[in-house]
């Protein structure tokens, strides 16, 4: 019998998110979002799978957009349509033979006869590098695609969902690699640079996928240059890595030295760019100050040298006497500045054109996705809602007998996506899911209470368990007030007492 707990598509995501076995403080903030844009991106008729389609389009029907990576991938063939030049077996294969070869004398074409010598095309099993032989599942293969993703974990990528979007796209890229492309290799970035993370088999993919789907965006700046540098390094130093292609997943306009990157890159290492908003950036005065000084550029070059020269001019202007001399020189210097100024100012529009969209040259497929808001991703859904009620009133039912400790956590992320869903959506008729979502939330509080109190039958809760739920049940107040007065001052009555003990012990000691 088939419920909708059973074959709740939700249950299913949030089991690939690592909601059940990844086990924090804290989930990011609006956690199951990720859900419902990735059912976007399944959507291929919506702007924002269009647009990202270079990148994760792999419908399996149709012909793909002559854009997409999937144009260049070949499909199981079989064998009667991939062909190779080979030698006759026999006289009886002369018909099949290439046609150019009857031009050949007749002495030196049956001569190539008997020796069955003339080539003919014969058919063959074609070469496919998806999966090892007599295996239906994904499996490293040195001569499968492979991709590092550089994502951005900058303050601003909390800004218009940009964080759960680029996790959706990273959610939707990974699923469907480790169905049927190869290894991924994964860093966060913002000032700092995030650890390397990889995958090349099934549970390495399921563990990556979870910690991409938890990672918060709280850096400050977005060191792209940094990210790039050091993942170039490790492509050229892990042999490993070697053919693999950068994808960079990022909200910020930031300055990279493109031609100090694009040495660095060479012809093999190829970089491809998702850009999420519209975000852009000008150079400030004192980028323009160091341009000036350290630049190549023959603009650049000019003004160094306009700058030399009103140097020796100031110079000159304390060593002549005279005073006409001496205006005439300062008449020079105003000259200078102004030649200054204007090739500055020149120099600054020329730069401002190109400032922070530098990445844009270097990646072969650039794509920038426009933010997204709650109507795109939530809307007018009947359906959808019906969907989320009927998982409620069934979750409902289930804790009122006898529910597990996995049955709870269920219902906790069950009433915090219907939560996210009834404040993000416009529909006013909400009254019944809120209604289901409140009884939900006043049996997972009884649980909760009674779990507390003493230990429920059935229901085994670890201190973590008990934290991630309360935590997704009160996910609007302060941590403050997620814990009672009373457990918090038994929490500070513990601590104490442990730090006198140890206070204790190493006096002890040192007499």
């Known amino acids: 019998m088939t419920t909708a707990l059973t074959q709740s598509d939700f249950l299913e995501k949030m089991v690939e998110f690592g909601f059940f076995d990844r086990i924090e403080g804290t989930l990011p903030d609006n956690f199951t979002l990720v859900y419902e844009i990735a059912r976007i991106l399944e959507d291929t008729n919506h702007r924002i799978t269009r647009t990202l389609s270079p990148i994760i389009w792999n419908d399996g029907e149709g012909t793909p957009p002559p854009r997409s990576p999937e144009s260049t991938i070949i499909p199981n063939i079989p064998a009667s349509e991939e062909y190779e030049a080979n030698l006759i077996d026999s006289y009886r294969d002369i018909a099949r033979i290439y046609p150019h070869q009857f031009l050949l004398p007749d002495t030196v074409f049956y001569q190539k006869l008997v020796e069955r010598s003339l080539w003919m095309p014969k058919p063959r099993v074609p070469r496919n590098y998806r999966y090892q032989k007599d295996a239906n599942t994904f499996a490293p293969d040195s001569r499968k695609q492979k991709i590092y993703i550089l994502f951005d974990t900058s303050r601003s990528m909390q800004e218009h969902f940009r964080i759960h979007v680029a996790k959706a796209l990273v959610y939707f890229f990974l699923k469907r690699n480790k169905q049927e492309l190869g290894t991924i290799f994964f860093r966060t970035f913002d000032a700092e640079i995030g650890a390397l993370h990889s995958a ?53 306009a930031a300055h990279i030295d493109a031609e100090k990157i694009g040495n660095l890159m060479g012809e093999n290492i190829i970089v491809n760019c998702v850009k999420i908003g519209n975000a852009t950036i000008e150079p400030d005065p004192r980028f323009i100050d160091t341009l000036i000084k350290t630049s190549s550029s023959e603009q650049a070059q000019q003004i160094r040298k306009i700058i030399e020269r009103k140097k020796d001019l100031e110079k000159q202007v304390y060593t002549v006497s005279a005073e006409s001399r001496k205006n005439a020189i300062r008449g020079e210097i105003a000259h200078c500045d102004k030649m200054i100024q204007q090739l500055t100012s020149r120099l600054s529009t020329t730069v401002t054109a190109t400032y922070g969209k530098e990445i844009e040259q270097l990646a072969k497929v650039f794509i920038q996705v426009q933010d997204i808001n709650s109507e795109e991703i939530f809307g007018h859904d009947e359906e959808r809602k019906q969907t989320l009620e009927a998982l409620a009133k069934e979750m409902v039912d289930t804790l009122q007998n006898s529910p597990s400790a996995e049955d709870l956590k269920r219902a906790a992320i069950i009433f915090d996506h219907i939560k996210l869903f009834t404040e993000h959506s416009n529909d006013a008729e909400n009254q019944s899911l809120d209604a289901i979502n409140k009884e939900l939330k006043s049996y997972l509080d009884q649980l909760l209470a009674e779990s507390t109190q003493r230990q429920m039958a059935n229901v085994e809760f670890s201190e973590d368990d008990k934290i991630q739920i309360s935590k997704l049940l009160q996910s609007r107040r302060t941590i403050m007030q997620r814990i009672s007065l009373m457990k918090l001052l038994r929490i500070l009555y513990k601590k104490l007492r442990r730090t006198f003990i140890r206070f204790r012990q190493k006096r002890r000691y040192k007499v």
């Open 200 to 252: 090349n088999n099934a549970a390495q993919f399921d563990e990556l996928m979870s910690f991409a789907m938890h990672v918060r965006a709280v850096g400050a700046g977005t060191a792209l240059s940094k990210a790039l540098e050091t993942a170039i390094i490790d492509i050229h130093q892990v042999a490993t890595l070697a053919e693999t292609e950068i994808l960079v997943i990022t909200d910020g």
